[in-house]
């Protein structure tokens, strides 16, 4: 690493020598005015110009249904203002209404153009405007509602109404999806951005740890579907359910609650008993897998709600690296 002693120039300017050669990898040139922004602890040095890349444009010719939303949540992740996918040879009506239906899915992102055979997109949200921490809440709730809606599918049966459990939590599953796409692109755009930091009024390491937490809710709600499913093919009516539905509501109520400590400026205490609420939730839920029941459904549920569990166990995990670092 380089180093470089602080100068008085003058009586009123501080000046500091940068060596020519670095200066010219980076791209630097004489007269080139820079910008200076104090963040951390650090000082950061951003050249005045533009130099944004253009918009990617992805080639999604051979790609499925399923590869195609991969590719628009993936570029909307990577916090690209615009970005476009294509097909050689034209673009069917199929991917123009699939696109259509991604960009309204994802907060911000809208169709910009469309042409023979590309479809644009660009985002519109104003970074200025998220609140990564109520992002999170709004992803939890998603998150929740769907472990909510399958557990109780899986232990009370079918609604009657011919609609699939999986179906119904998959809904909330997009949504969860959809809040923890907008942490990850906030996140990813300030890693090339720093600026991005003061409009969303967080420091890195903080943003980093939101969206930890994210990536484990969103985990919870994937694992909901997994219950859904379960609950379509071999609910448990009949079965000792009563126990795995107690045992459920106190798997949300850790995760909700290390959650709560992990958006918070909350003490070592406080994110300690947290995390030591979410462990003894995880032990509870395993000790049921001890008793004399048959496998199948059984074994399939406890094991699932075992692993969301553990998400709460981690994210309050990240709930005391927190808030160990705001006392360090």
């Known amino acids: 690493m380089e180093t470089r002693k602080v100068q008085l120039a003058g009586n009123s300017t501080y000046t500091i020598s940068l060596p020519k050669a670095w200066a010219e990898e980076q791209g630097l040139e004489t007269g080139m005015p820079l910008g200076l922004r104090p963040r951390d602890g650090r000082l950061i040095l951003e050249t005045d110009h533009d130099a944004a890349a253009p918009a990617p444009v992805v080639d999604v010719t051979d790609a499925s249904t399923a590869e195609l939303r991969d590719v628009v949540y993936g570029l909307y992740a990577l916090g690209y ?57 709004r992803l939890r709730f998603a998150a929740l509602s769907a472990h909510r809606r399958a557990t109780g599918a899986l232990v009370e049966g079918a609604t009657g109404d011919g609609v699939d459990a999986a179906d119904r939590v998959e809904d909330h599953r997009r949504d969860a999806a959809a809040e923890a796409a907008l942490v990850e692109r906030y996140f990813q755009r300030t890693l090339t951005d720093v600026a991005d930091l003061d409009r969303l009024g967080t420091g890195r390491a903080e943003l980093v740890d939101q969206l930890r937490v994210a990536e484990e809710l969103e985990r919870v709600a994937s694992l909901a579907v997994d219950v859904a499913r379960t609950a379509d093919e071999d609910p448990l009516p009949g079965r000792p359910a009563g126990s795995f539905t107690d045992h459920a509501e106190r798997t949300r109520r850790s995760i909700e609650g290390a959650t709560e400590v992990a958006l918070s400026d909350a003490s070592r205490a406080a994110a300690l008993d947290a995390q030591a609420e979410s462990r003894r939730c995880a ?40 808030a160990l670092r705001r006392e360090a």
């Open 81 to 137: 203002d615009e970005f476009g996918v294509q097909v050689d040879g034209g673009l069917p009506p199929a991917v123009r209404r699939s696109v259509s239906a991604l960009a309204s899915e994802l907060a911000g992102l809208e169709v910009q153009s469309e042409d023979a055979t590309t479809v644009r997109c660009r985002d519109l949200l104003d970074p200025s405007e998220l609140s990564v921490p109520r992002v999170v809440s």
């Open 283 to 322: 032990e509870a839920v395993r000790s049921l897998a001890d008793g004399d029941v048959d496998a199948g459904a059984w074994s399939l549920a406890v094991g699932t709600l075992a692993r969301t569990a553990d998400c709460g166990a981690a994210i309050g995990t990240h709930a005391l690296r927190s």
